[in-house]
């Protein structure tokens, strides 16, 4: 009976540290649940702004179609500059130092503040015109580095838009373009608008437009050297000067294709080109793989599956203008 007692007793003393640490374990685990991953957002708009809202929404709710329950499985870091290009990279430094797992920044100079904050946080952009020639990314195949994500294919797509305006207005000869210097990619579809120009021989008249307040000016000097139309490229700091745009352009008598659909929702005349919420859409299908795994070097930046032809029928009538049927018959939305 001694030597069994004396047995059991080690044999407790022995496995006495192995219990003691499957417990520690098993609180260790409780108290420390897996992470939850954390997105950064980052947008050159207005939270303000409605539309600026559904394309964030629509990125949100991609990720939920995903499986993604926000504050539960996935936390978001949601930053909007308002406008101010000058706000972005301390907006991108502050997402850094939250430590979030992935950043999806929505425009060009969003992009590039993202990615001068950081070069190992995986960056998934949209709303982005050229990628690669605007040094955000070395290839589309592979983009290297840690930025991938979709491209506006804008430059491409603004022979269309003065396509579309020579149809509208088969006598057109001149056709003024509004651009952002100070935005990466305005010179990219400069570029671009001149090779179009070039090709179906019309004059183009660009003019520069940094600020909301440079609009006046810039449609004065289309006016006074009588401009027969008006191509509006994308970019942040315009479309949030929309509404005031799509005034201006209907007093100097200016018809105008642009390249984001809000410009025509607040009575712009055309639009021509991918849709921002179908972007969104797409980014977080590309962050679903990065938090799975996914190198975003490795992965190939998505370019537009197809294009959309909004027409104003309303900013038609108060230009004068008949639009031909056969635009009409190609519109994906025409808005009366």
Known sequence: MRRIGLATILTLALLAPV????????????????????????????????????????????LHDRGYVENRSISIESRFAEGDYDRLPGLAAELVRRRVDVIAAYSTPAVKAALDATRSIPIVMSG??????????????????NVTGLSLMAPEIIGKQMQLLKELMPKVSRIALLWNPANPSGAPQLHEAELAAR???????????????????????????????????????????????????????????????????????MFYGASPIDQARRAATLV????????????????PTGFELVINLKAARALGLSVPQSVLVRADEIIQ
């Open 128 to 145: 982005v015109v050229d990628p690669v020639a605007t040094g955000l990314v070395a290839g589309l195949a592979r983009p290297g580095g």
């Open 288 to 303: 679903d793989k990065i938090l799975k795994g996914a190198k975003p070097g490795d992965l190939p930046v998505e370019q």
């Open 199 to 269: 090709t179906l021989k019309v004059q183009l008249q660009p003019l520069e437009a940094r600020t909301g307040s440079d609009l006046d000016r810039a449609l004065a000097a289309m006016t006074r050297e009588r401009a027969d139309g008006l191509i509006v490229v994308v970019d942040g700091m315009l479309i949030d000067s929309r509404a005031r745009l799509a005034r201006l352009a209907e007093k100097a008598h200016l018809p105008a294709v642009y390249g984001l659909r809000e410009h025509v929702e607040v009575g712009g005349l």
């Open 19 to 62: 219990a003691s640490g499957i417990l520690v374990a098993s609180r260790t685990w409780a108290q420390s649940p897996p992470k939850e991953p954390r997105i950064g957002y980052l947008s050159i708009g207005s939270a303000a702004d409605p539309r600026r809202v559904a394309i964030y929404d629509a990125f949100r709710q991609s």
